[in-house]
């Protein structure tokens, strides 16, 4: 009598366990969100939502909506975003007019406008131009390959890297709310994201990476995320 207890109590247990385990494998197979399949897309560092969702060719809003995102100009690096319809994870490339306009924080510069020095001593090779023939959103500036690139102006380093397309080894600061700079080109970046520089500090070498026949700089400065010319500010 006390084996068929003991027989009948082992049968419970595992009917138990499996139907814990049966109702947990339901409940994160249909925790996932409806439709036809999809991929998740973790987001690197500078990726919008934008540029997520035109990279797939999904509608933002409906993948806003599934993914519970209130506010799509706020993702965070790291989190995960299911893409209905997408039968693979693709490569997301980073676009500069998107780190130019990340918010701006409330760094030392505050609303003060900054004062512009020359980044660095050449040539100027080709001129900000916007026009339908061109569209050429800084100026160049030749100098001998390995030249150092100064900080035009005081501010916070919000890009180091080379994975947007065509600039190289760039780097860009924010030095208020309204103004960004952007160095092009490098040979190699002197400092990294986070990093606060002041005007004049040495931030990177002269180089001919990305799309760049010779040495040179390519230098823009942008307010409110619109490229002015550059020499209309520099002293």
Not at 104 to 125: L, N, Q, Y
């Amino acid at each position: 009598m006390l084996k068929n207890l003991l027989w009948l109590s082992l049968v419970a247990s595992i009917f138990l366990v499996c139907g814990c385990a049966r109702q947990k494998a339901y409940v994160e197979k249909t925790s996932l969100p409806p439709g036809k399949g999809g991929v998740y897309h973790r987001v690197e560092r500078h990726q919008t939502l934008y540029r997520i969702c035109k990279t797939y060719g999904v509608d933002l809003k409906t993948v806003a909506s599934l993914n519970r995102i209130s506010d799509p100009s706020k993702i965070q690096a790291g989190q995960r975003i299911f893409i209905p319809g997408a039968r693979k994870v693709l490569n997301v490339e980073i676009a500069i007019d998107d780190v130019a306009a990340e918010s701006a924080e409330k760094e030392r510069g505050g609303h003060k406008k900054p004062d512009f020095i020359w980044p660095v001593e050449g040539r100027i090779a080709d001129l900000f131009q916007e026009s339908e023939d061109k569209r050429h959103q800084g100026i160049d500036i030749s100098c001998a390959l390995g030249t150092p690139v100064k900080a035009s102006s005081a501010g916070k380093v919000i890009y180091s890297n080379n994975r947007i397309k065509g600039y190289g080894n760039l780097v860009i600061l924010r030095h208020s709310e309204e103004f960004v700079t952007i160095y092009a080109h490098h040979q190699a970046n002197l400092t990294e994201e986070g990093d606060w520089v002041e005007k004049g500090q040495i931030i990177g070498r002269v180089g001919k990476t990305g799309r760049a026949t010779g040495p040179h700089l390519h230098f823009e400065i942008r307010r409110n995320n619109k490229a002015v010319d550059p020499l209309l500010f520099l002293k």
